[in-house]
């Protein structure tokens, strides 16, 4: 699926809403996702999508997503801190990565790191699937696959076995949620690899903060 293919916080809000915000008009959502954003339009499939929150106030969270207690492991809480040098973003903060990839910033990736069968519920507009199995050699992903996965998506060049992550894209990486090892899978991998932390975020809510906080989804 990878032949020929929504974490920096921003130094001030400021700059950050910059990008973001929409106009506030009269008929403005009363849900907004902050309170001077109230959408953001991303390109998704080649389609616009309209993000935003839900706007019935009697609105209850996704069933899916509704489970406050699964087996650990492997579904245990995952520590705020990954690893040093990657950095946990919020939900203001991936839109704003989203949506500056979707505006054409072809330095940033946004990845959703979850397998198939879970992004056929609904991802987040403007991710593009790496499932971690993917880039996990213990999970059966070829040498020469996850080279092509890492050229092709996140910007690594290779030259003679070697990896160049001099122009790697800043990789924005989440799944399922705090209690999801999914993602945490794909960038402790993508550190192995020698990926520069500094270039990695996390997305550590991921679809349970999501879909709580009633933002927009996508189906493949």
């Excluded at 996704?62 to 919020?90: H, M, Y």
């Excluded at 991936?94 to 879970?118: E, N, Q």
């Excluded at 519920?121 to 199995?133: E, K, M």
Aim: glycine share 8%; with cysteine.
């Amino acid at each position: 699926m990878f032949k020929g293919q929504l974490f920096i916080v921003l130094s001030g809000a400021a700059a950050l809403l910059a990008g973001l915000v929409s106009p506030v008009l009269a008929d403005d959502p009363e849900v907004k996702i902050t309170a001077e954003i109230a959408s953001v339009d991303i390109m998704h499939g080649g389609e616009r999508v309209t993000v935003m929150r839900n706007q019935d106030e009697a609105n209850t969270v996704n069933k899916a997503f509704a489970k406050t207690s699964r087996k650990c492991p492997p579904f245990c809480i995952q520590p705020s801190t990954l690893a040093p040098g990657v950095e946990t973003i919020g939900e203001v903060e991936i839109l704003d990565y989203a949506k500056r990839m979707s505006d054409g910033d072809d330095s940033i990736v946004v990845i959703d790191s979850r397998t198939p069968d879970w992004v056929e519920r609904g991802t987040i507009p403007g991710a593009i699937n790496v499932p971690w199995t993917s880039l996990s050699p213990a999970r059966g992903a070829d040498p020469i696959s996850i080279v092509d996965i890492l050229e092709e998506v996140f910007g690594v060049q290779s030259n003679e076995g070697l990896l160049d992550f001099s122009q790697a894209k800043t990789a924005v990486l989440f799944c399922n949620g705090m209690w999801c090892g999914q993602s945490p899978a794909n960038i402790r991998t993508l550190l192995r690899f020698g990926y520069p932390a500094d270039r990695i975020k996390w997305y550590r809510g991921g679809m349970q903060n999501w879909e709580i906080l009633g933002l927009t989804t996508v189906k493949p």
